[in-house]
């Protein structure tokens, strides 16, 4: 996930589902895979020449081309963030000791390239390039010894990256040529290829995969910085229809009465239909103090037009207290000072005689990885918390918690409803794989997919779906949710938390 980011409206998708991953102008410290003949490619940043990597180059090829570091050097850099987030993609070569070589995830993480896992390796850090750019490079060839051959002119057709080989392309450039010649209308080139690229993002049929114009994503970019101001509700997409995923509790959406499940049909009397999601959270956000009509269809499938006043929205991450001698701890959100709060309510309730605990995860949208996975490691030790699934077979990242377990031995109950998602659903999804507490409540949103963001030179910018969480027992989040140890549901119209009450017996027993 190039780095977690956290969208500050909850009027979008958190625990980060993109990963923000920007073109560069130049090929340095990066392979180059050329489909046809599945061969890899290395350019050198001194000289601009491809060199091609095999299997029995490699070893020699890397100990003579890439740019040295010391060892102090690779050290600092993976164990510094910062310096990760800048050389993500870069091939770090140790040349001390062993000469062991490393490449950097677009997750920060340093992976070992070994020559068992070459080709693996080597796909995932691999960058095509255009036609242009490769026919002004040399190529230089090995024989089989690593030794040099000569310059020879490259000769290499560009094709993506596992191209499929039943597709005509050619079809796509004969309509486009019979169209240039043919059309006798004005022909706007540049809208012609937004709508072919949209278009093909569409067939995807994810309502979490879309391209944006420039003009769109700038809107997109400002709504990850922007200061927190709208109506106070995290919406997502779920089964085709802009669906709020929680209201945020004192919020104007909450005080309105819209509630988890809701599904917003029109903004301002326009139809939310065929809308992107990011476009309905444009809409709505907006300063505080002004107004914005929502038309919203609830579960029941009565329809209700609200008018909602827009304010500033204060979260409190987590409060706490006890509830019959009991310690109760809620989660809003997973937020930056997240752990630090839980770790100070557990203290302070275990003081006040506390010995086992509620944690009430309902209603919270997500939040933050990293917060999740030390949550999770109050309770799980040093063990897997979640797993993401990448689009390569077999292809998996393991995060494990790496913090003192200090509840793993007291009983705990979690509370759950279908306004819990993502981070929230990797938390109970953990904890109930390792039986380490009950889940009690309803069954969550279901938000385990991940994004990542590609930005173009010319500001457009593309967002797919690249991978998807699982529990430590590979369990599928997305769209299937988890589903509760023992189902209570509260009564509509009722200040009776039936929940919490059912918990609070249920954990004395």
Do not use: C
């Not at 008018?307 to 001698?325: M, P, T």
């Amino acid at each position: 996930m190039k780095k977690y980011l956290k969208i500050g409206l909850f009027l979008s998708i958190l625990i980060f589902p993109f990963y923000l991953t920007f073109a560069s102008s130049i090929y340095d410290g990066k392979f180059l895979l050329e489909n046809d003949n599945n061969k890899f490619y290395y350019v050198n940043p001194k000289n601009s020449a491809i060199y091609e990597v095999t299997k029995n180059n490699f070893a020699k090829l890397f100990k003579t081309i890439t740019i040295g570091l010391k060892d102090t050097e690779i050290s600092k850099i993976l164990n510094n963030k910062t310096l990760l987030n800048k050389y993500k993609g870069k091939l770090l070569l140790e040349v001390t000791g062993k000469g062991k070589l490393f490449y950097i995830d677009f997750n920060g993480i340093a992976h070992e390239i070994k020559t068992r896992t070459l080709e693996i390796d080597l796909s995932k850090i691999s960058q095509t390039i255009t036609q242009s750019d490769f026919n002004t490079m040399d190529l230089v060839k090995f024989d089989e010894s690593g030794n040099k051959i000569i310059n020879q002119a490259l000769n290499i057709t560009v094709k993506q990256l596992n191209e499929p080989t039943d597709v005509n392309f050619q079809k796509f450039y004969d309509i486009w040529g019979f169209i240039k010649s043919k059309y006798a209308g004005n022909i706007d080139y540049n809208k012609m290829l937004e709508g072919a690229i949209s278009g093909m993002v569409s067939s995807l049929e994810d309502d979490y995969s879309i391209y944006m114009t420039k003009n769109d994503s700038d809107i997109f970019m400002t709504q990850l910085t922007g200061d927190l101001e709208g109506i106070g509700a995290q919406l997502d997409l779920k089964n085709g229809y802009i669906t709020v995923v929680a209201p945020i509790d004192d919020s104007p959406a909450k005080n309105a009465g819209i509630k988890s499940g809701d599904m917003i049909l029109e903004v301002n009397g326009q139809s939310t239909t065929g809308m992107t999601l990011d476009k309905v959270v444009s809409l709505i956000r907006g300063a505080a103090g002004t107004s914005v009509s929502l038309k919203i269809r609830h579960l029941d499938n009565t329809e209700v037009v609200l008018n909602i006043v827009r304010a500033k929205i204060h979260i409190n991450n987590v409060s706490y207290g006890l509830k019959d001698e009991v310690g109760y701890i809620k989660i809003t959100s997973f937020g930056s000072d997240s752990y630090d709060l839980t770790v100070k309510a557990i203290n302070e309730l275990t003081n006040r005689g506390a010995n086992r605990f509620i944690i009430d995860l309902r209603n919270n949208p997500g939040g933050y990885l990293d917060m999740a996975i030390k949550i999770s490691g109050l309770w799980v030790d040093h063990d897997v918390v979640v797993i993401q699934k990448n689009k390569t077979e077999g292809s998996e990242i393991v995060f494990t918690s790496d913090n003192d377990a200090m509840l793993k031995n007291k009983k705990t109950i979690v509370l759950v409803n279908e306004g819990s998602a993502s981070a929230s659903e990797i938390l109970a999804g953990a904890l109930q794989d390792y039986k380490l507490a009950t889940i009690v409540g309803e069954k969550t949103f279901g938000k385990g997919s991940i994004q990542e963001l590609l930005t173009m030179q010319d500001g457009s910018s593309i967002k797919i779906t690249t991978a998807f969480w699982l529990t430590p027992n590979k369990r599928s989040i997305e769209k299937n949710g988890i589903n509760p140890d023992v189902i209570v549901k509260n009564p509509d119209n009722s200040n009776v938390d039936a929940q919490l009450n059912y918990a609070i017996y249920l954990i004395k027993q």
